[in-house]
Every structure is written in structure tokens, then in C-alpha cells.
């Protein structure tokens, strides 16, 4: 290819100046050809795309970070466990490893409450809380998320007291945060299952507040 | 440099529009996408800081207007047409049943075997420092919003390959990376914003050096 082939390319009959204001048209279709494409070159399995994606929608998720918050509300001892040293406090609940992230438990309390986002992408602790909600991907979250968290936090309905103080935790190389919520009040006589149904998914990325007990 | 995803501390987005929760995807093109992405990484096509830089340097203004999935989808594109496994042209002719030939088997090695040696770290906990501003163009991590300020080190969180170096094909250069902590009211210059804090992960490479407080020794 030459260096001038590399100015003048057509992106599918447009010309270089229009690529960069208009992308290519049917980008629906453009997905689907490339997927055929690339089972029909041999370059992916189909039942391996597939195990993929099932693994990130049925074995992964915010389930499992709830169990963790859960366990860590009843059992003191896991707590200072998960705190000290998260990736072997999760191992003990026995969830799918998901390489080359390093989770680090961020634990609210009544002085400070914790929020995450990544403001240069999407990362996120995909073993304890699955793939990242749109919201958290887009860019009305990750520009505000660290400027205004406040404002941002009310549009999720909640409204710090002033006297809490709010702490980003922006991911930007391999830590993974997950915030650990407080207990809400009221729940003493819960079984762990009980306590994880209360953990919402937002809670963990300190959006929002877990759930309070059902009257 | 910094491109529009360096998206802390910009306005004009609108408010955070939320989703149920319950769905790992929120669409078919999602799902479709993320297997795609995640199956060429697999197939050793595509590596995390080279996807990254392919989706950031889309053209601004495509990268603006496009949302999640796209984007990703976008990405991925430009990536296996700069491996040539995918190239211009391709994906028109495939849909009209023409399959392009002549194309690697197998891909390129992406990240070196052999990496430098560590650099030292020069920086430890309780260290107040000030984040340089850096002019080179194409890949980096460092949030455009702490450019110039200056924060205190609260966790040294290992070696990690300079990201910067990965995604230019230009060796494993590993270095420390630092969890540093800003006072908002610094970084907004807002005195009302009381004691909330922003932390974020900082490559070493990203320190311009340890802050010497006035009066200091």
C-alpha cells in the first residue's frame, strides 16, 4: 500500500475528508458481514463467540458482587479479609477469575461515600459485577463523574448531606474498584441471601444506596 | 496529546439517562460486538491498549457522535485493517459474496515476548506530586483533568506495562503505577468542594516529580 494509497482510500465510496464527519452507512450490516467474514476465513468459531458471550451473561454479573457485599456484612472476619487482600477473599466464594484485573474493595462509610468510573473508557470490575451498565459507558457519566459527582448522584436519586464527603476513584490502569456499601439499618435478623437481595448493582458502583429491608 | 474520550471535567453531554438492571447487554448490536471484540482477542487479533488507541483515534468528531457499541465496533475495524486481515474494501465485497484472499493465516505477534527491564520506583507512599502535561501524540492513560495538579500517593499498585509504549508497538517498557489522590477543591479550584477527593491510577511516567512544599527543607 502506498503512502499516497493510505490519503485518497474510499471508505465504502466515501472519500478520507467525509470519513471524518460521517461514518460508513448500514454499520448494523457492516457488523453481521464481519462476523460471517470472519467464521467464513476460519479466524472465529461461531460456539466460541457464543461461550463467550453466554459466560459474560450468565456467569458474570452483579449477582455475584452481591454475594461477596452480602457475606461481607455478615461475617466481620471476611470483611477484614476482603479489605486486606480482595482477590483471595473472592477466590473464597469460588467466582470465575477474570485475568489481568486486580480488584480493590472501596468501603463506604458515614463520613465518605465512594463512586467509580473510568473517565478514559469503560473499566470496570467485570469479575464481581459483570459487563458495565450503558450508562456507566457513556459520556454524559464519565465527564461529570469526577466534576460534579453530587449532581450526577442526584440524577440517580441520591442526595448526599453536605457534611459527607464524596471520594472518585477514576480507573485508569488495572485496578478494578468495587465499593463495599453500609449495611443499611434494620437488617439484623437477615440471612446472607436475604442481605445480597438487597444489594443493588448500583450500590457497588456507588450510584446509588443498597436497598432497605422489606416491611 | 488528549482526544475527545478524555472526557473528565467536560460539560454538554446532558444528565446520566439510567437502565434497569438485570441485562449484561442492552442490545443485539451490544452482544454482537462485545463477542466479536472479545473473540478477536481470544484469536489473538486484537490486544487491550492497541483497541484502545484504535477506538481514541478515530476521527473526533465520528468518535463524538457514535455511541457504545458502535464506536467499539469502529474500533475494531481500523485495528484489523491496520493488521491487514480486514482491510478497506472487504467487508462491501463480502456482502456482495466476494471473499478476500491472500490474507494471513495467523496474526502478528502484538506484544513483545521480551520486555525491559522495570524502572525503579521513585515514588512512595505519603509522596505529594505534580502530574506533567505531555505533548506526544497517539495512546495514552493519563486523564486530561489532572494535567498540572498535584496529588498525594495513597497505594503503589506494582508494575504494569506503559500502556503509551504498548499501543505504539514499541516494546514492554514496565513501570510502577501509583493510586493518587486530589482534592477536588484543587482541581476545580472550588474552595466549596469541602474534602471530596478524586483518585486515580498514574503511571510513573506520568509524574513530572515529588512537590516540595514551601518552607519545606
Not at chain 1, 448500514?26 to 476460519?42: P, T, Y
Not at chain 1, 470465575?96 to 473517565?119: K, L, R, Y
Amino acid at each position: 500500500m502506498s503512502a499516497e494509497h493510505d490519503h485518497d482510500h474510499d471508505h465504502d465510496g466515501h472519500s478520507h475528508a467525509e470519513w471524518h464527519t460521517t461514518p460508513p452507512p448500514d454499520i448494523q450490516l457492516r457488523i453481521k458481514a464481519m462476523e460471517s467474514l470472519l467464521v467464513e476465513m476460519g479466524v472465529i468459531d461461531p460456539a466460541t463467540l457464543d461461550g463467550i458471550v453466554d459466560f459474560y451473561e450468565r456467569q458474570v454479573g452483579p449477582r455475584n458482587g452481591a454475594r461477596i457485599v452480602a457475606r461481607a456484612w455478615a461475617d466481620p472476619d471476611f470483611k477484614q479479609r476482603l479489605l486486606a487482600d480482595p482477590a483471595a477473599a473472592v477466590a473464597e466464594l469460588g467466582m470465575p477469575g477474570i485475568s489481568g484485573d486486580h480488584v480493590v474493595m472501596v468501603e463506604n462509610t458515614p463520613d465518605a461515600h465512594n463512586m467509580i468510573v473510568c473517565t478514559l473508557c469503560s473499566c470496570y470490575p467485570w469479575q464481581t459485577l459483570g459487563l458495565p451498565p450503558v450508562w456507566f459507558k457513556s459520556a454524559s457519566y464519565r465527564s461529570r463523574a469526577v466534576s460534579h459527582p453530587r449532581d450526577v448522584l442526584k440524577e440517580f436519586g441520591v442526595d448526599l448531606p453536605a457534611a459527607m464527603s464524596v471520594k472518585v476513584w477514576d480507573s485508569t490502569a488495572d485496578t478494578r474498584y468495587m465499593i463495599l456499601p453500609m449495611r443499611p439499618a434494620g437488617t439484623e435478623g437477615l440471612t446472607e441471601d436475604q442481605l445480597a437481595d438487597l444489594v443493588t448493582r448500583d450500590s457497588m458502583i456507588g450510584t446509588g444506596l443498597p436497598l432497605g429491608p422489606a416491611r | 496529546m488528549s482526544s475527545l474520550h478524555n472526557l473528565g471535567g467536560m460539560q454538554g453531554f446532558g444528565p446520566v439517562w439510567t437502565v434497569p438492571e438485570g441485562k449484561a447487554f442492552h442490545s443485539e448490536d451490544d452482544r454482537r460486538v462485545f463477542g466479536l471484540m472479545m473473540g478477536m482477542m481470544a484469536a489473538g487479533w486484537g490486544d487491550t491498549d492497541g483497541f484502545r488507541a484504535a477506538v481514541e483515534t478515530l476521527p473526533a468528531l465520528i468518535y463524538a457522535r457514535e455511541c457504545f457499541p458502535m464506536n467499539y465496533f469502529l474500533g475494531l475495524e481500523k485495528q484489523l485493517a491496520e493488521r491487514g486481515l480486514i482491510r478497506p474494501g472487504d467487508l462491501e465485497a463480502w456482502m456482495q459474496g466476494v471473499k478476500p484472499e491472500g490474507r494471513p493465516a495467523k496474526p502478528p505477534r502484538i506484544v513483545p515476548a521480551d520486555s525491559e527491564p522495570p524502572e525503579p520506583a521513585r515514588f512512595a507512599v505519603g509522596d505529594r506530586v505534580k502530574i506533567a502535561t505531555i505533548d506526544r501524540q497517539g495512546h495514552n492513560r493519563l486523564p486530561g483533568y489532572l494535567r498540572g495538579q498535584a496529588g498525594t500517593i495513597t497505594a503503589e499498585r506494582g508494575l504494569v506495562d506503559f500502556p503509551d509504549a504498548l499501543a505504539m508497538r514499541e516494546g514492554r517498557r514496565p513501570q510502577p503505577v501509583y493510586t493518587v489522590e486530589f482534592l477536588a477543591r484543587e482541581v476545580w479550584g472550588n474552595p466549596d468542594r469541602g474534602d471530596d477527593r478524586i483518585s486515580a491510577e498514574i503511571f510513573q511516567a506520568y509524574i513530572e516529580g515529588a512537590v516540595v512544599e514551601e518552607g519545606a527543607p
